[in-house]
């Protein structure tokens, strides 16, 4: 079978949170100790395609996420920088879950870690990828 024709069956979880407001602090956001940041934008700036392209955001906003682990150590990451979190200007939380999968997509969280979300004032995110998928 050649390279192109072989099929990954490997399942993948990311883990990310998504932080935007008008009076969004970002550079307190990226002394987190292990942070990755992914995306960040300031207000005012231009986006190079989306929704901002042609005129100036209303808010800065910023993903980051602390590089391969499990739900519940993620969550736990966040939930041990809450009062951080807390002072750092944001009107938006977001927890973003990106599952990389084959074939049927089933995911569970547990109370805990939705409790302590809930508690930050974050929703949470999913989005299921085939990795079969090549329509």
Not at 9 to 23: A, E, P, V
Not at 24 to 53: A, C, H, Q, W
Not at 66 to 94: C, K
């Amino acid at each position: 079978m050649s390279a192109s024709k072989t099929k990954l069956t490997f399942k993948t979880l990311q883990f990310s949170c998504d932080l935007s407001g008008s009076d969004l602090n970002i550079e307190i956001i990226k002394t987190l100790p292990d942070i990755y940041v992914l995306r960040e934008g300031m207000k005012g700036s231009f986006e190079p395609r989306g929704l901002y392209k042609d005129s100036p955001r209303p808010d800065s906003y910023i993903s980051f996420n602390f590089g391969e682990m499990t739900f519940p150590i993620f969550v736990s990451t966040l939930w041990s920088h809450r009062n951080m979190l807390a002072s750092v200007g944001d009107e938006y939380r977001q927890c973003d879950v990106a599952y990389y999968h084959e074939g049927q997509c089933n995911l569970e969280f547990a109370v805990a870690e939705m409790e302590k979300l809930s508690e930050l004032g974050m929703g949470i995110s999913v989005s299921c990828y085939d990795v079969n998928d090549e329509e």
